[in-house]
Protein backbone atom coordinates (compact mmCIF):
# COMPACT_ATOMS: atom_id res chain seq x y z
CA UNK A 1 0.00 0.00 0.00
CA UNK A 2 1.03 2.99 -0.87
CA UNK A 3 2.14 5.74 2.41
CA UNK A 4 3.24 9.13 2.35
CA UNK A 5 5.45 10.30 5.06
CA UNK A 6 6.50 14.00 6.20
CA UNK A 7 9.16 13.54 8.75
CA UNK A 8 9.22 17.60 9.61
CA UNK A 9 6.03 17.51 12.47
CA UNK A 10 6.64 21.67 12.95
CA UNK A 11 8.97 23.86 10.92
CA UNK A 12 9.61 27.82 11.71
CA UNK A 13 10.96 30.22 9.13
CA UNK A 14 11.28 33.97 9.29
CA UNK A 15 9.91 36.30 7.14
CA UNK A 16 10.79 36.86 3.67
CA UNK A 17 13.01 34.00 4.53
CA UNK A 18 12.77 30.76 1.96
CA UNK A 19 12.00 27.19 3.96
CA UNK A 20 11.62 23.75 2.42
CA UNK A 21 9.24 21.01 3.62
CA UNK A 22 9.47 17.41 3.11
CA UNK A 23 7.70 14.48 2.27
CA UNK A 24 8.68 10.83 0.90
CA UNK A 25 6.36 8.22 -0.06
CA UNK A 26 6.25 4.98 -0.79
CA UNK A 27 4.83 3.41 -3.78
CA UNK A 28 5.17 0.73 -7.05
CA UNK A 29 3.60 2.41 -9.26
CA UNK A 30 5.13 4.57 -11.99
CA UNK A 31 2.47 7.21 -12.66
CA UNK A 32 1.09 9.08 -9.96
CA UNK A 33 0.12 12.46 -9.08
CA UNK A 34 1.53 14.39 -5.97
CA UNK A 35 -0.24 17.50 -4.13
CA UNK A 36 0.68 19.80 -1.43
CA UNK A 37 -2.05 20.88 0.55
CA UNK A 38 -1.94 24.21 3.59
CA UNK A 39 -4.58 24.51 5.71
CA UNK A 40 -4.78 27.75 7.37
CA UNK A 41 -5.87 27.89 11.20
CA UNK A 42 -9.38 27.99 11.70
CA UNK A 43 -10.00 28.19 7.21
CA UNK A 44 -10.68 25.62 4.53
CA UNK A 45 -7.47 23.19 3.21
CA UNK A 46 -6.58 24.39 -0.61
CA UNK A 47 -4.33 23.32 -3.02
CA UNK A 48 -1.07 24.56 -3.13
CA UNK A 49 0.61 22.89 -6.49
CA UNK A 50 0.63 19.46 -7.39
CA UNK A 51 3.26 17.22 -9.51
CA UNK A 52 2.30 14.51 -12.26
CA UNK A 53 4.68 12.31 -11.83
CA UNK A 54 5.57 11.67 -15.79
CA UNK A 55 6.80 15.26 -15.96
CA UNK A 56 10.28 15.68 -15.14
CA UNK A 57 9.39 19.45 -15.11
CA UNK A 58 9.13 20.88 -11.18
CA UNK A 59 6.00 22.41 -11.13
CA UNK A 60 6.20 26.00 -9.60
CA UNK A 61 2.96 28.31 -8.39
CA UNK A 62 4.30 31.76 -7.45
CA UNK A 63 6.42 31.69 -4.57
CA UNK A 64 6.06 27.63 -4.47
CA UNK A 65 7.78 25.30 -5.64
CA UNK A 66 8.70 21.68 -5.50
CA UNK A 67 12.11 19.51 -6.12
CA UNK A 68 10.20 16.33 -7.07
CA UNK A 69 12.95 13.34 -7.22
CA UNK A 70 11.21 10.22 -8.64
CA UNK A 71 14.00 7.56 -8.15
CA UNK A 72 14.22 8.95 -4.67
CA UNK A 73 10.66 9.24 -4.09
CA UNK A 74 10.53 12.33 -2.49
CA UNK A 75 8.63 15.65 -3.09
CA UNK A 76 9.76 18.95 -1.20
CA UNK A 77 7.84 21.95 -1.08
CA UNK A 78 9.82 25.16 -0.76
CA UNK A 79 8.29 28.69 -0.05
CA UNK A 80 10.41 31.73 -1.18
CA UNK A 81 10.00 34.96 0.69
CA UNK A 82 7.52 33.44 3.16
CA UNK A 83 4.99 35.71 4.42
CA UNK A 84 2.68 35.87 7.70
CA UNK A 85 -0.10 34.45 5.34
CA UNK A 86 1.81 31.19 4.52
CA UNK A 87 1.40 30.02 7.93
CA UNK A 88 -0.04 26.70 8.45
CA UNK A 89 -0.43 23.49 8.64
CA UNK A 90 0.98 21.77 4.99
CA UNK A 91 -0.18 18.53 3.96
CA UNK A 92 1.47 16.14 1.35
CA UNK A 93 -0.95 14.05 -0.83
CA UNK A 94 -0.42 11.15 -3.54
CA UNK A 95 -2.44 10.12 -6.00
CA UNK A 96 -2.72 7.08 -8.24
CA UNK A 97 -3.04 7.40 -11.89
CA UNK A 98 -4.39 4.17 -12.52
CA UNK A 99 -7.26 1.58 -10.39
CA UNK A 100 -10.53 1.53 -9.41
CA UNK A 101 -10.33 4.35 -6.92
CA UNK A 102 -11.97 7.61 -8.34
CA UNK A 103 -9.15 10.05 -7.15
CA UNK A 104 -8.67 8.76 -3.19
CA UNK A 105 -5.84 10.84 -1.77
CA UNK A 106 -3.46 9.35 0.81
CA UNK A 107 -1.94 11.96 2.66
CA UNK A 108 0.47 12.90 5.15
CA UNK A 109 0.25 13.14 8.78
CA UNK A 110 1.30 17.24 8.15
CA UNK A 111 4.18 19.86 8.73
CA UNK A 112 3.14 22.73 11.01
CA UNK A 113 4.69 26.12 9.54
CA UNK A 114 5.22 28.79 11.70
CA UNK A 115 6.30 32.07 10.52
CA UNK A 116 7.91 34.80 12.42
CA UNK A 117 8.02 38.72 11.78
CA UNK B 1 -16.53 30.90 -6.97
CA UNK B 2 -16.14 27.05 -6.32
CA UNK B 3 -18.31 26.53 -2.89
CA UNK B 4 -18.29 23.21 -0.36
CA UNK B 5 -20.03 24.12 2.85
CA UNK B 6 -20.77 21.94 6.12
CA UNK B 7 -23.72 22.07 8.02
CA UNK B 8 -22.27 22.65 11.44
CA UNK B 9 -18.61 23.91 12.44
CA UNK B 10 -19.25 22.83 16.13
CA UNK B 11 -21.20 19.57 17.05
CA UNK B 12 -21.71 18.58 20.39
CA UNK B 13 -23.31 14.89 20.98
CA UNK B 14 -23.82 12.57 23.78
CA UNK B 15 -22.47 8.84 23.54
CA UNK B 16 -24.89 6.78 21.59
CA UNK B 17 -27.00 9.33 19.88
CA UNK B 18 -27.03 9.25 16.26
CA UNK B 19 -25.03 11.87 14.46
CA UNK B 20 -25.71 13.64 10.70
CA UNK B 21 -23.28 15.58 9.12
CA UNK B 22 -24.18 17.36 6.11
CA UNK B 23 -22.34 18.26 3.04
CA UNK B 24 -23.33 20.29 -0.12
CA UNK B 25 -21.10 21.50 -3.01
CA UNK B 26 -22.57 23.54 -5.49
CA UNK B 27 -20.17 22.80 -8.39
CA UNK B 28 -21.57 19.43 -10.01
CA UNK B 29 -18.97 17.23 -8.84
CA UNK B 30 -19.41 13.82 -9.47
CA UNK B 31 -16.78 12.48 -6.31
CA UNK B 32 -17.31 13.63 -3.14
CA UNK B 33 -15.31 12.61 0.05
CA UNK B 34 -15.51 12.37 4.09
CA UNK B 35 -12.17 12.20 5.90
CA UNK B 36 -11.67 12.55 9.87
CA UNK B 37 -8.54 14.39 10.69
CA UNK B 38 -6.96 14.37 13.65
CA UNK B 39 -3.89 15.70 15.38
CA UNK B 40 -0.68 13.53 14.39
CA UNK B 41 -2.85 11.15 12.25
CA UNK B 42 -3.54 13.41 9.49
CA UNK B 43 -6.91 12.85 7.23
CA UNK B 44 -7.66 9.54 6.79
CA UNK B 45 -10.80 8.48 4.25
CA UNK B 46 -14.09 7.44 5.74
CA UNK B 47 -16.09 7.12 2.54
CA UNK B 48 -16.20 8.39 -0.79
CA UNK B 49 -19.09 8.38 -3.27
CA UNK B 50 -18.72 8.59 -7.49
CA UNK B 51 -22.35 8.87 -7.95
CA UNK B 52 -25.37 9.31 -6.80
CA UNK B 53 -26.54 6.07 -4.55
CA UNK B 54 -23.04 4.97 -5.10
CA UNK B 55 -20.53 4.63 -2.19
CA UNK B 56 -16.94 2.78 -1.25
CA UNK B 57 -15.43 2.20 1.73
CA UNK B 58 -12.29 4.54 2.67
CA UNK B 59 -9.53 3.20 5.49
CA UNK B 60 -11.65 4.04 8.47
CA UNK B 61 -15.14 3.16 7.63
CA UNK B 62 -16.07 0.72 10.83
CA UNK B 63 -19.18 2.84 13.23
CA UNK B 64 -19.65 5.41 9.88
CA UNK B 65 -22.16 5.03 7.42
CA UNK B 66 -22.79 7.76 4.57
CA UNK B 67 -25.75 8.51 1.65
CA UNK B 68 -25.64 10.04 -1.14
CA UNK B 69 -29.39 10.73 -2.47
CA UNK B 70 -28.54 13.83 -4.84
CA UNK B 71 -25.83 14.54 -6.39
CA UNK B 72 -24.89 17.91 -4.17
CA UNK B 73 -25.19 16.32 -1.21
CA UNK B 74 -23.32 13.76 0.83
CA UNK B 75 -24.41 13.06 4.40
CA UNK B 76 -22.24 11.13 6.84
CA UNK B 77 -23.67 9.32 9.75
CA UNK B 78 -22.34 7.81 12.76
CA UNK B 79 -25.27 5.28 13.91
CA UNK B 80 -24.43 5.33 17.51
CA UNK B 81 -21.52 8.17 18.65
CA UNK B 82 -18.84 7.24 20.57
CA UNK B 83 -15.96 9.14 22.59
CA UNK B 84 -13.11 7.78 20.14
CA UNK B 85 -15.57 9.63 17.25
CA UNK B 86 -14.72 13.14 18.52
CA UNK B 87 -12.68 14.84 15.85
CA UNK B 88 -12.49 17.23 13.24
CA UNK B 89 -14.67 15.82 9.60
CA UNK B 90 -13.75 17.42 7.07
CA UNK B 91 -15.96 16.99 3.11
CA UNK B 92 -14.29 16.85 0.09
CA UNK B 93 -15.41 17.02 -3.48
CA UNK B 94 -13.99 16.89 -7.21
CA UNK B 95 -14.51 16.28 -10.88
CA UNK B 96 -14.59 12.80 -11.99
CA UNK B 97 -11.18 11.53 -12.50
CA UNK B 98 -7.95 11.30 -10.93
CA UNK B 99 -6.30 14.75 -12.28
CA UNK B 100 -8.80 17.10 -10.96
CA UNK B 101 -8.08 18.78 -7.42
CA UNK B 102 -10.43 17.90 -4.06
CA UNK B 103 -12.22 21.30 -2.65
CA UNK B 104 -12.68 20.65 1.34
CA UNK B 105 -15.21 22.42 3.51
CA UNK B 106 -14.47 23.98 6.70
CA UNK B 107 -15.20 21.24 9.15
CA UNK B 108 -17.10 20.01 11.34
CA UNK B 109 -15.46 19.52 15.00
CA UNK B 110 -17.22 16.77 16.60
CA UNK B 111 -17.01 16.48 20.38
CA UNK B 112 -19.02 12.98 21.83
CA UNK B 113 -19.13 13.10 25.19
Known amino acids: ??????????????????????????????????????????????????QEAYKQQNATENRFSVNFQKAAKSFSLKISDSQLGDAAMYFCAYREYYGGSQGNLIFGKGTKLSVKP | DVKVTQSSRYLVKRTGEKVFLECVQDMDHENMFWYRQDPGLGLRLIYFSYDVKMKEKGDIP???????????????????????????????????????EQFFGPGTRLTVL
Open chain 1, 1 to 50: AQTVTQSQPEMSVQEAETVTLSCTYDTSESDYYLFWYKQPPSRQMILVIR
Open chain 2, 62 to 100: EGYSVSREKKERFSLILESASTNQTSMYLCASSLGGRLY
